[in-house]
């Protein structure tokens, strides 16, 4: 570099230096009312939260008294029912609890977002789990003519964690695992130790032969209200919240979820359950 | 859901009253124990289990605790306040039928 152009750079530097000093001024002033503007948009998105807690708890109400009813007529308790009545009273019964199940769900996917979920840990054997899961899921898994396996590595210690909240995810995945599933195929449950985990877990695979995930769409399925192909998903009910919320209390725990899937070729769901539960 | 409630007791034979807060609550246990108490949690003038000691007192030997909330945290605040069960709604008809028959036997 020559004497002059040497000075003519420091020239232009002195020349521009107020330049710079505004400018920094007004980016100052730009990332403040940015700033400003998220921790409004913030406090919106809580009381949004809120508001969804609070409007799904009070649904729970009427929803409840709607079954009861229900469930009052299709016992006969005042008066006996023709089978068409007793048909139609029974259609009432399973529709009242399929909708207090996804407003639970979406009343847990609002205490999640306002971090109200808090663990209650005990100590148990995740195959009580597994069986307790599939008990529950016997009548649909029949009625889709979907065979299930459940079975845990031997030997495998028990962990200290939120029973509920565990039994929570496993009734979510294997919800998805039913509904994606063509009549005919297999559904599985198998809880093993967890290798390679910062500490030591165990591992819960929720695995079909259903119609599968395309690569792409493996982290989506995770996000909020995602539900990845509107075709596929058309007769499949629910409120697109299941895994997000299972991903939700997998995380609460410190574990880890994820998918292995292709598309036409099944799925694989995999969720990580420390030995013992953080404390808080 | 008390409407729901009272239709299916007296259908089964009991003679039942409903409150719909605290308040009424007090005023019909002191007036006429019940024999048995079924307890929302939340009313309107407060929390359904501030009743379970009053009832108790009064000479209701049973209360139970009725809520929206399947978690153990709700379930170990019911058992400690001193409720004798806590039910999960909504309560299928036959097993609510088949539980009073025996808190009351």
């Known amino acids: 570099m020559s004497r002059f152009e040497s000075a003519t750079n ?24 940015a700033m400003l503007e998220i921790a409004e948009l913030r406090a919106r998105d809580g009381l949004k939260t809120q508001f969804l807690a609070n409007i799904s708890h009070d649904l729970r109400t009427p929803l409840t008294a709607v079954i009861t009813h229900a469930e009052i007529l299709r016992d006969g308790i005042l008066g006996d029912l023709t089978p068409r009545q007793l048909e139609s009273v029974r259609g009432i019964i399973s529709g009242g609890r399929q909708l207090l199940n996804q407003v639970g769900e979406i009343l847990t996917y609002a205490r999640g977002s306002a971090n109200q979920l808090t663990l209650v840990p005990t100590r148990f054997h995740l195959r009580e789990v597994l069986e307790q899961v599939s008990a529950l899921n016997e009548s649909l898994l029949k009625k889709k003519r979907l065979s299930l396996a459940v079975d845990a590595e031997s030997d495998l210690p028990p962990v200290i964690a939120d029973r509920e909240k565990i ?108 030995l013992e539960a953080p404390v808080d | 859901m008390t409407g729901a409630l009272r239709l299916l007791l007296e259908s089964a034979g009991y003679y039942v009253s409903t409150a719909a807060s605290i308040t009424i609550a007090l005023d019909i246990s002191s007036a006429d124990p019940p024999a048995l108490a079924l307890l929302d949690l939340t009313l309107p003038d407060g929390d359904g289990l501030s009743l379970v000691e009053p009832l108790h007192v009064a000479g209701c030997k049973t209360v139970v605790a009725l809520t929206g909330h399947d978690d153990d945290d709700t379930r170990q605040r019911c058992l400690t306040a001193g409720c004798a069960d806590v039910l999960v709604k909504p309560v299928p008809t036959r097993e609510l039928l088949a539980r009073t028959k025996a808190w009351l036997d």
Not at chain 1, 12 to 33: C, F, I, Q, W, Y
Not at chain 1, 216 to 228: M, P, S
Request: charged share 20%; no cysteine.
């Open chain 1, 10 to 33: 420091i020239s232009t530097s002195r020349d521009t230096g107020p330049l710079v000093t505004s400018h920094t001024a007004s980016l100052e002033a730009r990332l403040k009312e």
């Open chain 1, 167 to 274: 039994a929570h995810v496993v009734g979510n995945l294997l919800g998805n695992a039913i509904d994606f599933t063509p009549p005919g195929g297999r559904v599985w449950l198998h809880a093993a130790r967890a290798d390679g985990e910062e500490r030591p877990s165990l591992r819960v695979e929720v695995g079909d032969t259903g119609v599968g995930i395309a690569s792409e769409h493996h982290d989506l399925i995770f996000r909020e209200f995602a539900q990845v192909d509107s075709t596929a998903s058309r007769p499949h009910h629910g409120t697109g919240l299941g895994l997000t919320i299972a991903r939700r209390l997998v995380e609460l725990h410190q574990g880890r979820i994820w998918v292995e899937s292709e598309l036409g070729a099944g799925s694989r769901f995999h969720f990580t359950v420390p």
